[in-house]
């Protein structure tokens, strides 16, 4: 072997070194060492020649003659990891691959090939903890899901049951409902079916619908069940239904026992927590229960609102006129939710059941409204929602959001041929800043860099968290690639801020990859996987840098 060619390892990007061993295998001399490894330890060629405790500090010396009398005695190739420190970069990981030149059965010399392994291990470090985040929102789903005493289950466009809660089976149980009819509409009585479809497909529409039926339970008696359907919307496009069922039962006995007396009827309104209201058939309120006072904090007839729309946001007046009609026309109750107004001024949600009464020739009387205050369910259900589609620590969109967005953007792209982007970036040595500082203010660069991205791109565009410290934006009806860099440019002038936590101030690099999609048939999977290789490539240059890969 020709030790002499200096140029042979000086063309490997790895650092190389070519220790040369003694004779009794205890001790290793530098013989050759390129010019990366010279450059990234500040070493000199007056190392060369040296015995390995003459170079480095004897701490470290000790760890590698252990590493290489390893090698020694097996004669075989062996890999290990190290720490060491750049002056100019840091604390870095490394992966050394010691390969032995065996001469007459002895190791004469020992090859050291160490290559930079520490972006690779903060890959794996921020993926283990994006793992352990999408864990606990799933956690968090499933408890809002599964450990709700309401019966919920959710179901596909065709009233398939896809899902349900404990509460849900045991509802079911009760009903008597074999594993095998899944599907909502075999729940319901054939007199009511029809309704109920009517109801299920207004939900389609976009907008949550209630309706009651009756069911036979195991035993043959009847089961009063309120259903309300609740739209799963991702970008204005129904994707599935919630259905939320309650046994009702004892609620319209209490009624119908109610209805039967009016003193009866005025005893337990005045101690309902429910808004119970009598309404003419022009909306004035006939009579009121004190719950009015203590929840709205309104005295409200002789207090110059006598009418319900005097209480009800505007734009529910339709809806309840409509609901009303309804109940007078077929002489069937009506549940719907509206928006109360309290004494502050605001506003919170009720749902309305309201009953229509008829005199003994069947001539309509007035109406009877019971309101439940649901203010609490509804925060619960826009928490249900946010945690599918959104990432829990930015709200920015999560990967399944993003993905529905691009699919439609796909969509269009194939229809009309309208270029679109999607560039993915991360931050550079993101693990320094968890770890020098705390996960307390790598949560807040992740949750700032995410503000910042959004005000930095058009309301249009989605703006999407993948996991760690890896964003992904999707821009579509970018027609050129000058339009394509003079976004990336203002994105880059936005993310170059410094950022303030606790009186630190620091800078956080960003390595981004773009990619321009003008024509040809392509596919999400395939989308994100290219825009992947091109950020792989910007990171490969050097940190915080950019570049754009035009698709055709």
């Not at 079916?193 to 529409?205: A, G, H, Y």
């Not at 309404?279 to 004190?290: A, E, H, I, R, T």
């Not at 699919?407 to 550079?428: G, H, P, T």
């Amino acid at each position: 072997m020709d030790l002499t060619k200096q140029a042979l390892i000086d063309g490997m990007q790895d650092m190389v070194f070519v220790m040369r061993v003694s004779d009794d295998g205890k001790k290793f001399y530098y013989e050759l060492v390129n010019h990366i490894a010279k450059k990234a330890l500040n070493l000199t060629s007056e190392m060369v020649g040296k015995e390995l405790n003459e170079v480095i500090p004897s701490t470290m010396a000790t760890i590698l003659t252990q590493q290489y009398q390893q090698v020694v005695q097996s004669k075989q190739t062996h890999t290990y990891e190290d720490n060491y420190f750049i002056s100019n970069a840091g604390q870095k990981i490394s992966e050394t691959i010691l390969t032995p030149l065996v001469s007459e059965n002895k190791v004469s010399h020992i090859v050291a090939v160490t290559r930079d392994i520490t972006n690779l291990k903060q890959v794996e470090t921020q993926s283990l903890l994006s793992r352990q985040r999408l864990q606990y929102s799933r956690q968090r789903y499933k408890s809002l899901f599964d450990e709700n005493t309401d019966a919920i289950s959710y179901l596909n466009l065709s009233g398939k049951i896809v899902r349900m809660n404990r509460a849900c089976e045991q509802l079911l149980k009760q009903i008597n409902r074999t594993e095998d009819r899944r599907n909502i509409f075999d729940l319901i009585s054939q007199q009511d079916l029809q309704f109920i479809k009517q109801t299920f497909d207004e939900t389609l529409k976009g907008q949550a619908h209630t309706a009651d039926t009756t069911v036979n339970s195991q035993d043959q008696y009847q089961i009063r069940l309120q259903i309300k359907f609740i739209p799963m919307i991702i970008e204005q496009h129904v994707q599935g239904v919630y259905a939320i069922l309650k046994d009702m039962t004892a609620e319209h006995f209490a009624k119908d026992t109610l209805l039967a007396s009016q003193e009866r009827f005025r005893l337990i309104a005045e101690h309902s927590s429910d808004l119970i209201q009598l309404l003419d058939q022009d909306g004035y309120f006939v009579y009121l229960s004190p719950s009015h006072e203590r929840v709205l904090g309104l005295q409200l007839i002789g207090d110059e609102r006598e009418h319900i729309y005097d209480i009800m946001a505007s734009d529910d007046h339709d809806s309840f006129n409509q609901h009303l009609k309804t109940a007078i026309t077929y002489n069937k109750a009506q549940k719907f939710e509206v928006r109360f107004q309290n004494i502050n001024a605001d506003y919170c949600w009720f749902e309305l059941q309201l009953e229509p009464v008829f005199s003994d020739a069947g001539i309509f009387k007035h109406s009877i409204v019971v309101a439940r205050d649901i203010e609490a369910r509804k925060t619960y259900e826009h928490e249900l929602q946010r945690l599918a589609y959104h990432d829990p620590l930015t709200g920015l969109a999560n990967r399944r959001l993003f993905n529905a967005r691009l699919e439609q953007v796909i969509s269009l792209y194939e229809r009309n041929q309208k270029a679109f982007a999607v560039m993915m970036l991360d931050l550079d040595d993101f693990k320094g800043i968890n770890d020098q500082m705390g996960h307390d203010t790598g949560d807040y660069v992740i949750e700032k860099l995410g503000k910042r991205l959004k005000q930095a791109v058009r309301d249009m565009d989605t703006v999407a968290r993948l996991g760690g410290d890896e964003f992904i934006v999707l821009l579509p009806e970018i027609e050129t690639k000058a339009n394509l860099i003079h976004i990336i440019e203002r994105i880059e002038r936005t993310l170059q801020a410094a950022y303030r936590l606790k009186g630190n101030t620091f800078q956080v690099g960003v390595s981004l990859g773009a990619i321009l999609l003008r024509q040809g048939h392509i596919s999400a999977s395939s989308v994100i996987s290219k825009v992947d290789q091109v950020l792989y490539r910007a990171k490969r240059t050097g940190k915080n840098k950019s570049i754009i890969d035009v698709q055709f």
